[in-house]
Protein backbone atom coordinates (compact mmCIF):
# COMPACT_ATOMS: atom_id res chain seq x y z
CA UNK A 1 0.00 0.00 0.00
CA UNK A 2 1.07 3.56 -0.48
CA UNK A 3 -0.20 6.35 0.56
CA UNK A 4 0.24 10.06 -0.31
CA UNK A 5 2.11 10.59 3.04
CA UNK A 6 4.84 8.21 1.92
CA UNK A 7 5.70 9.86 -0.93
CA UNK A 8 6.76 12.58 1.12
CA UNK A 9 4.01 14.89 1.18
CA UNK A 10 1.86 15.48 4.45
CA UNK A 11 -1.52 17.05 4.39
CA UNK A 12 -2.31 17.09 7.79
CA UNK A 13 0.93 19.36 8.78
CA UNK A 14 -0.33 22.05 5.61
CA UNK A 15 -3.20 21.80 7.33
CA UNK A 16 -1.97 22.59 10.75
CA UNK A 17 0.18 24.92 8.91
CA UNK A 18 -3.10 26.83 7.74
CA UNK A 19 -4.19 26.99 11.13
CA UNK A 20 -1.32 28.55 12.70
CA UNK A 21 -1.08 31.47 10.38
CA UNK A 22 -4.60 32.30 10.48
CA UNK A 23 -3.92 34.84 12.92
CA UNK A 24 -1.24 36.60 11.20
CA UNK A 25 -3.74 36.89 8.08
CA UNK A 26 -6.61 38.10 9.62
CA UNK A 27 -4.11 41.19 10.79
CA UNK A 28 -2.62 41.51 7.69
CA UNK A 29 -6.72 42.72 6.00
CA UNK A 30 -8.27 46.04 4.44
CA UNK A 31 -12.22 46.45 4.71
CA UNK A 32 -12.17 45.36 0.91
CA UNK A 33 -12.09 42.37 1.51
CA UNK A 34 -14.68 39.75 1.15
CA UNK A 35 -14.35 36.76 3.44
CA UNK A 36 -11.13 35.04 5.12
CA UNK A 37 -8.67 32.48 3.73
CA UNK A 38 -9.32 28.74 2.94
CA UNK A 39 -11.26 29.55 -0.13
CA UNK A 40 -9.89 28.76 -3.82
CA UNK A 41 -9.35 32.80 -4.61
CA UNK A 42 -9.04 35.78 -2.94
CA UNK A 43 -11.84 38.41 -3.10
CA UNK A 44 -11.79 41.95 -3.00
CA UNK A 45 -13.92 44.73 -3.48
CA UNK A 46 -13.24 47.01 -6.18
CA UNK A 47 -16.68 49.30 -6.71
CA UNK A 48 -14.21 52.35 -4.62
CA UNK A 49 -12.37 52.37 -8.02
CA UNK A 50 -15.91 54.07 -9.98
CA UNK A 51 -14.61 57.01 -8.02
CA UNK A 52 -11.65 57.34 -10.16
CA UNK A 53 -12.04 58.78 -13.98
CA UNK A 54 -9.92 56.19 -15.21
CA UNK A 55 -8.76 53.44 -12.80
CA UNK A 56 -5.62 51.56 -13.89
CA UNK A 57 -4.62 48.40 -12.32
CA UNK A 58 -1.12 47.57 -11.95
CA UNK A 59 0.82 44.60 -10.69
CA UNK A 60 3.82 42.90 -9.90
CA UNK A 61 5.50 40.19 -9.13
CA UNK A 62 8.78 38.85 -7.25
CA UNK A 63 10.94 36.85 -4.77
CA UNK A 64 13.46 37.53 -2.60
CA UNK A 65 16.09 35.55 -4.17
CA UNK A 66 18.88 33.33 -2.28
CA UNK A 67 18.33 35.70 0.89
CA UNK A 68 15.90 32.58 1.90
CA UNK A 69 19.17 30.52 2.13
CA UNK A 70 21.01 32.65 4.83
CA UNK A 71 17.13 32.41 6.76
CA UNK A 72 17.99 28.71 6.65
CA UNK A 73 21.40 28.66 7.76
CA UNK A 74 20.40 30.79 10.70
CA UNK A 75 16.94 29.28 11.41
CA UNK A 76 15.76 32.34 11.64
CA UNK A 77 12.16 32.78 8.70
CA UNK A 78 9.60 35.62 10.47
CA UNK A 79 11.58 38.29 8.47
CA UNK A 80 12.44 36.97 5.51
CA UNK A 81 8.33 37.41 4.56
CA UNK A 82 9.00 41.14 4.98
CA UNK A 83 11.86 41.33 2.16
CA UNK A 84 8.92 39.76 0.08
CA UNK A 85 6.28 42.34 0.69
CA UNK A 86 8.57 45.21 -0.02
CA UNK A 87 10.26 43.68 -3.38
CA UNK A 88 6.67 43.55 -5.16
CA UNK A 89 4.48 46.54 -3.45
CA UNK A 90 7.16 49.24 -3.26
CA UNK A 91 7.45 48.46 -7.09
CA UNK A 92 3.92 49.18 -7.42
CA UNK A 93 4.18 52.70 -5.79
CA UNK A 94 6.56 53.88 -8.48
CA UNK A 95 4.12 54.69 -10.91
CA UNK A 96 1.86 56.24 -8.07
CA UNK A 97 -0.26 53.12 -7.84
CA UNK A 98 -1.48 51.90 -4.21
CA UNK A 99 -0.81 48.38 -3.52
CA UNK A 100 -4.52 46.71 -2.68
CA UNK A 101 -3.48 43.32 -2.44
CA UNK A 102 -1.15 40.31 -2.14
CA UNK A 103 -0.82 36.80 -2.66
CA UNK A 104 2.16 34.24 -1.64
CA UNK A 105 3.62 31.49 -2.86
CA UNK A 106 5.88 28.76 -0.09
CA UNK A 107 7.73 26.08 -2.13
CA UNK A 108 8.70 23.59 0.82
CA UNK A 109 10.79 20.13 0.51
CA UNK A 110 8.40 19.30 3.71
CA UNK A 111 5.72 20.93 5.18
CA UNK A 112 7.00 22.02 9.03
CA UNK A 113 3.86 24.33 10.27
CA UNK A 114 5.57 26.30 12.42
CA UNK A 115 8.27 27.17 9.84
CA UNK A 116 5.54 28.14 7.41
CA UNK A 117 3.86 30.16 10.05
CA UNK A 118 6.68 32.35 10.82
CA UNK A 119 7.30 33.16 7.17
CA UNK A 120 3.75 34.08 6.63
CA UNK A 121 3.40 36.09 9.68
CA UNK A 122 6.62 37.87 8.15
CA UNK A 123 4.41 38.31 4.97
CA UNK A 124 2.07 39.29 6.73
CA UNK A 125 4.04 42.04 8.98
CA UNK A 126 4.94 43.93 5.58
CA UNK A 127 1.27 44.31 4.34
CA UNK A 128 0.76 45.96 7.55
CA UNK A 129 3.63 48.06 7.25
CA UNK A 130 2.50 48.51 3.11
CA UNK A 131 -0.96 49.15 4.33
CA UNK A 132 -1.87 46.11 1.68
CA UNK A 133 -4.10 43.08 1.95
CA UNK A 134 -3.02 39.53 2.06
CA UNK A 135 -5.73 38.05 0.43
CA UNK A 136 -4.56 34.12 0.11
CA UNK A 137 -0.91 32.09 -1.15
CA UNK A 138 -0.27 28.54 -1.84
CA UNK A 139 1.97 26.48 0.14
CA UNK A 140 3.38 23.65 -2.02
CA UNK A 141 5.51 20.68 -0.63
CA UNK A 142 7.93 19.45 -3.07
CA UNK A 143 9.51 16.33 -1.62
CA UNK A 144 12.59 15.11 -3.95
CA UNK A 145 13.17 18.07 -5.67
CA UNK A 146 14.00 20.58 -2.54
CA UNK A 147 15.53 19.33 0.38
CA UNK A 148 13.29 19.02 4.18
CA UNK A 149 14.92 22.57 5.09
CA UNK A 150 14.36 24.12 1.93
CA UNK A 151 12.26 26.65 0.43
CA UNK A 152 11.66 29.71 -1.96
CA UNK A 153 8.86 32.33 -1.72
CA UNK A 154 7.32 34.44 -4.39
CA UNK A 155 4.37 37.10 -4.12
CA UNK A 156 1.96 39.01 -6.21
CA UNK A 157 0.43 42.29 -5.51
CA UNK A 158 -2.18 44.28 -7.83
CA UNK A 159 -2.80 48.23 -7.56
CA UNK A 160 -4.31 51.14 -8.68
CA UNK A 161 -3.58 54.54 -9.96
CA UNK A 162 -6.12 57.53 -11.49
CA UNK A 163 -4.40 57.32 -14.68
CA UNK A 164 -4.32 61.58 -14.60
CA UNK A 165 -2.16 60.70 -11.78
CA UNK A 166 0.30 57.96 -12.98
CA UNK A 167 3.54 58.90 -12.88
CA UNK A 168 6.60 58.38 -14.85
CA UNK A 169 9.76 59.74 -16.94
CA UNK A 170 7.72 61.66 -18.72
CA UNK A 171 6.81 63.72 -15.82
CA UNK A 172 10.71 64.44 -15.07
CA UNK A 173 12.68 67.64 -16.16
CA UNK A 174 16.51 69.29 -16.23
CA UNK A 175 16.93 70.58 -12.75
CA UNK A 176 15.13 68.16 -10.87
CA UNK A 177 16.19 66.97 -7.09
CA UNK A 178 16.59 63.40 -6.58
CA UNK A 179 15.67 62.79 -2.82
CA UNK A 180 16.83 59.93 -1.16
CA UNK A 181 15.45 57.17 0.91
CA UNK A 182 18.23 55.12 2.82
CA UNK A 183 17.83 51.33 2.67
CA UNK A 184 17.71 49.15 6.08
CA UNK A 185 20.65 46.95 4.65
CA UNK A 186 21.48 44.96 1.34
CA UNK A 187 17.82 44.25 1.14
CA UNK A 188 17.04 41.42 -0.93
CA UNK A 189 19.27 41.50 -4.18
CA UNK A 190 22.57 40.59 -4.43
CA UNK A 191 22.75 37.61 -2.23
CA UNK A 192 24.39 35.29 -4.52
CA UNK A 193 27.20 37.61 -4.64
CA UNK A 194 27.02 37.56 -0.35
CA UNK A 195 27.03 34.18 -0.70
CA UNK A 196 30.40 33.72 -2.81
CA UNK A 197 31.74 35.71 -0.10
CA UNK A 198 30.96 33.83 2.66
CA UNK A 199 32.30 31.22 1.43
CA UNK A 200 35.68 32.34 -0.34
CA UNK A 201 36.34 34.56 3.24
CA UNK A 202 35.23 31.35 5.32
CA UNK A 203 32.96 34.11 7.25
CA UNK A 204 30.99 32.77 10.30
CA UNK A 205 27.13 34.27 9.72
CA UNK A 206 26.67 33.12 14.02
CA UNK A 207 29.88 36.25 14.51
CA UNK A 208 29.52 39.52 15.11
CA UNK A 209 32.70 40.99 13.88
CA UNK A 210 32.24 44.45 14.39
CA UNK A 211 28.44 44.79 14.50
CA UNK A 212 25.89 44.92 17.63
CA UNK A 213 24.73 41.47 16.63
CA UNK A 214 25.90 38.34 14.83
CA UNK A 215 26.37 39.19 10.55
CA UNK A 216 23.77 36.54 9.85
CA UNK A 217 21.13 38.50 11.73
CA UNK A 218 22.64 41.58 10.43
CA UNK A 219 21.89 40.38 6.74
CA UNK A 220 18.61 39.58 7.56
CA UNK A 221 17.45 42.71 8.40
CA UNK A 222 14.40 43.16 6.11
CA UNK A 223 13.61 45.25 3.20
CA UNK A 224 12.60 48.58 3.94
CA UNK A 225 8.91 49.21 2.77
CA UNK A 226 8.54 52.73 1.18
CA UNK A 227 5.02 52.63 0.32
CA UNK A 228 2.99 54.76 2.51
CA UNK A 229 6.05 57.02 3.13
CA UNK A 230 5.57 57.32 -1.11
CA UNK A 231 1.86 57.34 -1.24
CA UNK A 232 2.00 60.18 1.34
CA UNK A 233 4.29 62.20 -0.87
CA UNK A 234 1.21 61.85 -4.00
CA UNK A 235 -1.39 62.98 -1.88
CA UNK A 236 0.31 65.70 -0.60
CA UNK A 237 2.84 66.67 -3.84
CA UNK A 238 1.67 65.18 -6.72
CA UNK A 239 2.13 68.53 -8.98
CA UNK A 240 5.53 68.77 -7.87
CA UNK A 241 6.12 64.78 -7.49
CA UNK A 242 7.83 63.63 -10.94
CA UNK A 243 8.16 59.61 -10.18
CA UNK A 244 10.44 57.11 -8.30
CA UNK A 245 12.74 55.29 -8.43
CA UNK A 246 13.16 51.50 -6.24
CA UNK A 247 16.74 50.58 -6.09
CA UNK A 248 16.34 47.08 -6.31
CA UNK A 249 18.86 44.44 -8.98
CA UNK A 250 20.89 46.52 -10.78
CA UNK A 251 21.66 49.37 -8.74
CA UNK A 252 21.44 52.44 -8.45
CA UNK A 253 22.10 53.76 -11.33
CA UNK A 254 20.50 51.70 -13.71
CA UNK A 255 17.53 51.50 -11.84
CA UNK A 256 17.06 55.74 -12.23
CA UNK A 257 17.60 55.88 -15.19
CA UNK A 258 14.72 53.58 -15.92
CA UNK A 259 12.83 56.71 -14.72
CA UNK A 260 14.79 58.89 -16.67
CA UNK A 261 13.84 60.38 -20.21
CA UNK A 262 16.18 60.51 -23.13
CA UNK A 263 17.71 64.05 -22.99
CA UNK A 264 18.49 63.95 -19.32
CA UNK A 265 20.61 62.42 -17.00
CA UNK A 266 20.52 62.18 -13.28
CA UNK A 267 23.44 62.53 -11.33
CA UNK A 268 24.14 61.28 -7.70
CA UNK A 269 26.18 62.91 -5.63
CA UNK A 270 28.49 60.02 -3.81
CA UNK A 271 29.70 62.43 -1.00
CA UNK A 272 26.12 63.07 0.22
CA UNK A 273 25.95 59.00 2.09
CA UNK A 274 28.01 56.33 3.64
CA UNK A 275 27.87 53.03 2.04
CA UNK A 276 26.12 50.96 4.92
CA UNK A 277 28.09 49.19 7.57
CA UNK A 278 27.92 45.88 6.47
CA UNK A 279 27.46 46.61 2.59
CA UNK A 280 31.38 48.27 3.21
CA UNK A 281 32.72 45.35 5.59
CA UNK A 282 31.76 42.59 2.78
CA UNK A 283 33.13 44.58 -0.15
CA UNK A 284 36.75 44.97 1.95
CA UNK A 285 37.14 41.81 3.13
CA UNK A 286 36.62 40.64 -0.23
CA UNK A 287 37.76 43.14 -2.55
CA UNK A 288 34.85 43.34 -4.22
CA UNK A 289 34.84 46.74 -7.17
CA UNK A 290 33.26 49.90 -6.21
CA UNK A 291 31.71 49.44 -10.27
CA UNK A 292 30.34 46.20 -9.39
CA UNK A 293 28.78 46.62 -6.07
CA UNK A 294 27.17 49.64 -7.43
CA UNK A 295 25.59 47.50 -10.14
CA UNK A 296 24.70 44.76 -7.48
CA UNK A 297 23.94 46.33 -4.36
CA UNK A 298 21.64 49.33 -3.59
CA UNK A 299 24.59 51.46 -2.31
CA UNK A 300 22.45 52.24 1.14
CA UNK A 301 19.82 54.40 -0.95
CA UNK A 302 16.45 51.90 -1.02
CA UNK A 303 14.12 54.15 -3.01
CA UNK A 304 14.68 57.69 -4.81
CA UNK A 305 11.76 60.62 -5.59
CA UNK A 306 12.54 62.78 -8.74
CA UNK A 307 10.89 66.22 -7.50
CA UNK A 308 10.55 69.84 -8.32
CA UNK A 309 13.31 72.02 -6.93
CA UNK A 310 11.01 74.05 -4.83
CA UNK A 311 9.96 71.33 -2.73
CA UNK A 312 12.92 69.73 -1.93
CA UNK A 313 12.95 70.62 1.62
CA UNK A 314 9.69 70.60 2.24
CA UNK A 315 9.36 66.61 1.05
CA UNK A 316 12.34 66.25 3.38
CA UNK A 317 10.63 67.36 6.54
CA UNK A 318 7.12 65.90 5.23
CA UNK A 319 9.17 62.66 5.24
CA UNK A 320 10.77 62.92 8.17
CA UNK A 321 7.58 64.07 10.26
CA UNK A 322 6.87 60.76 8.80
CA UNK A 323 10.05 58.97 10.78
CA UNK A 324 11.63 58.57 7.50
CA UNK A 325 15.05 60.17 6.94
CA UNK A 326 15.72 61.62 3.47
CA UNK A 327 18.32 64.08 1.85
CA UNK A 328 18.97 65.34 -1.47
CA UNK A 329 21.41 63.19 -3.02
CA UNK A 330 21.56 64.39 -6.73
CA UNK A 331 19.74 65.89 -9.54
CA UNK A 332 18.54 65.98 -13.01
CA UNK A 333 20.87 67.48 -15.99
CA UNK A 334 20.25 67.88 -20.05
CA UNK A 335 22.85 65.27 -21.51
CA UNK A 336 25.79 66.50 -22.78
CA UNK A 337 25.27 64.30 -25.80
CA UNK A 338 23.07 62.21 -27.20
CA UNK A 339 23.00 58.66 -26.36
CA UNK A 340 24.78 59.28 -22.94
CA UNK A 341 24.14 57.72 -19.97
CA UNK A 342 21.00 58.56 -18.38
CA UNK A 343 22.39 57.77 -14.52
CA UNK A 344 25.39 57.89 -13.24
CA UNK A 345 27.24 58.86 -9.92
CA UNK A 346 30.06 61.39 -9.47
CA UNK A 347 32.13 62.38 -6.07
CA UNK A 348 32.72 59.46 -3.45
CA UNK A 349 31.57 58.14 -0.12
CA UNK A 350 31.87 60.03 2.94
CA UNK A 351 34.05 57.93 5.19
CA UNK A 352 32.77 55.95 8.23
Known sequence: MATYKDSGVDIDAGDRAVELMKASVARASRLEVMGGIGGFAG???????????RPLL??????????TE??????????????????????????????????????????????IAA?????????????????????AEHPGLLK??????????????????????????????IIAMPASGIHAN??????????????DLTRNYDFSKSLGEVLLTPTEIYTLDCLALIKSQQENLRTFSHITGGGLADNTARVIPDGLTAIYDR???????EMKFLADIAGVPQADLERTWNAGIGMSAI???????????????????????????????????????VSEYHSL
Not at 58 to 67: C, F, H, M, P, R
Not at 271 to 277: F, G, H, K
Open 190 to 203: GFSLVRHILATQEL
Open 119 to 139: IVSGIAQGCIKAGTALVGGET
Open 70 to 115: IARQMGIYDTIGEDLVAMVVDDLVVCGAEPLFMTDYIAVGKVIPER
Open 148 to 177: EDEFDIAGAATGVVDAHLQLGADRVKANDL
Open 271 to 277: STWSLPL
Open 307 to 345: VDPSVGDLIIRSLAARGMKAWIAGKVEKAAEKGASRSYL
Open 43 to 53: LFDASALKNMK
Open 58 to 67: ATSTDGVGTK
